[in-house]
């Protein structure tokens, strides 16, 4: 769920900080703190020591400073910028560099902005009028003579030689959102950056957000002042109808604005993706129905606002946005032919495939087989190939791929003797790629490779597991239901098969992650304090159907209406087959999860109490209902046609069959699954005079990461209840 910033919030405790990677996370953990390419695809351009450096990828000691520390000193100061991201104009002769930053949702992006001019070596500040840390997406027009950004929710243009600061919109406010996103899109189609501008630098085309009938959920402080007061979220439940999204097109000299006719009710569809067609006079953008089922895809012409309806898609579940398969970032789109085509990613033959489209809504698909692409790395258009990352054979794993433009046979490019997952950074030019691997035995970093052959450009760090670490081994399990699933197993250290043994499960089971992926660190309980193994536990997940695997459109899309129902039968089932091994004790089952894992705890320890007796449910979704409309509409419909497979899933609805062990945890200012779910499961479980153990951290987020000693209480806390109520060891 994005719920369940899974992606973000995780990363705390458990194992999946060592698996969810995406591939720019990966550059940029390898090069510094923000990655990019130089214009020839030979180098990369980085953050190093306080300066922003371009470094030849296969030879990092031909090292070129483009920006000083000094240079990146503003006058009256002693201290330089302390860059957090940064762009360059195409020509380099300018740098855009963002300082200072504020989170606003999930991510630190409002701050202050500033320009190096690397000709006259002038440093200049963005907005300095407008308050501090209050500039968001700042970007450099094509010619680098204006900047553009938003701020208090209105979009505005700098120009760069005068500082002459003009308003592109005026009316931006608490609920009118220009050139950004309010937090349902943000968090759930990672669209954060509403603005782009057009090829010629004439031209803004942006998204306004029309929020005005979305009610604030109310969190409530009662920590921070003598009297306790309301933290507003704007935040729409299952069941509102969204915030409108609009399109517009203003011209930068004179303000002058069109407006997009987008065709159907604005508050009733979603505007996920937005860019400049190729052509430069119109855009190209795809709008989903609010049961995202049906994705249409729209040419605007930019002068008049009339729509052309280029593609249908319909799908009886739901469809993925670009975010779903390119690690939450929708934003792009690649036109290929001379901007005649473009490249698109659909399911509809029941397998994730890549398309070329023209203008005229024809498509070709370009690969083909039971098999799912899981992302795009780069297209050769040049030498006519797309470069993809697929795993045909193995759901757990990840391999780079090469196809002609026009399909064909898929060559693998991957080398055969290192399984795993393989993560590819490609330069624009396709000839070079920063390569991670990464294994449940081994990992390596920093090694970069020419393609397609794949050769060592320059050698990375390469380490393996130690010897003596605990061995996380793979296995696959056929439940009752004919249901095959992917797991992995921990075993205790000095494992004796004529023993039996504790078994933790580790569970996620929704549509936003897996937890059985062939990773380095795979395996780990980071919320653990010490080692399972050496305490004796056996540490196993299981990913069932609903989860995202490279497993084909049935797969994924088993769990449409069925969250909290087919995948919790599932995880039931597979647990049952795994109790029929010898070595494990049916009398001390334990599941934990965060999120929606910990709704899926919740939901498995209620429903199949003869198979767990002990449970730890972390900031779970109590009551599908109370959570937002993006992802749970997605996923199980809508409420008023259907309320039942909402109440059928949710946890509250069979809580009064609680026999085992519960320690539930919650952190009371979570924006993203609200305490209010806790205090709804509260109330069943006094109703039937269940007894659990609760944990309310105030004042925490959806990470239970805020505040002095949290950590280490949350670990403590989790370690000492497992133990008590499933202990450790062989008997």
Known sequence: MNRIKFRNYLYCFSALAALLFTTFDIARAQFGQHVH????????????????????VADPARRTVLATQADLTPAGSDTPLAVRRFSLTTDGSKIL????????????????????????????QLGKTLPESSLMYAKLSPDGTFAAYVSGHNLYIEALATG???PLTTDGADRIIH?????????EFGCRDGFRWSPDGKRIAYWTIDARTIRNFLMINNTDSTYSYTIPVEYPKVGEAPSAAFLSVVTVDNGHTVNIDVPGDPAQHYLPRMEWAAGG???VFQQLDRKQQKSNIYLANATNGNCKLVYTEVDSAWIDSKARWNHDDPTGWIWINSGKEFIWVSEKDGWRHIYRIDREGNEKRITDGDYDIMGIDCIDEKEGYVYFSASPDNATQKYLYRIGLDGGEADRLTPENRAGTHNYTISPNGR???????????????HVVSLPNHQTRMEGVYSELPADAPKTE???????DGVEMDGWMVKPTNFDPNKKYPVVFYVYGEPAAQTVTDQYGVGRNRLYKGSMADDGYLYISLDNRGTPAPKGRAWRKAIYKNI?????????????????WPFVDPDRIAVWGWSGGGSSTLNLLFKYPDIYQTGIAIAAVGNQLMYDNIYQERYMGLPQEDRNPFIEGSPVTHAQHLRGNLLYIHGTADDNVHYQNAELLINELVKHNKQFSLMAYPNRSHSISEGEGTQAHLSTLYTDYLKQHCPPGGR
């Open 432 to 446: 070079v790629a920063i390569h991670r691997y990464s294994s449940h035995t081994a990992n390596l970093s920093g």
């Open 97 to 124: 560099v963002n300082t200072n930053t504020k989170r606003v949702w999930r991510y630190d992006t409002r701050g202050d902005y500033w320009v190096f001019d690397r000709g006259d070596k002038s440093l200049t």
């Open 179 to 187: 050139g950004t996103f309010d937090w349902a899109y943000e968090e």
């Open 281 to 283: 006079n119109e855009l």
């Open 37 to 56: 390419w130089s214009a020839d695809g030979n180098a990369i351009i980085k953050v190093m020591a306080g300066e922003i450096v371009q470094e030849a």
């Open 474 to 480: 793979f296995f696959s399990i056929t439940t009752v």
């Open 164 to 166: 002459t600061i003009t």
């Open 564 to 580: 909290g129902i087919n995948n919790i039968r599932d995880q039931a089932m597979g647990a049952r087959e795994i109790l029929k």
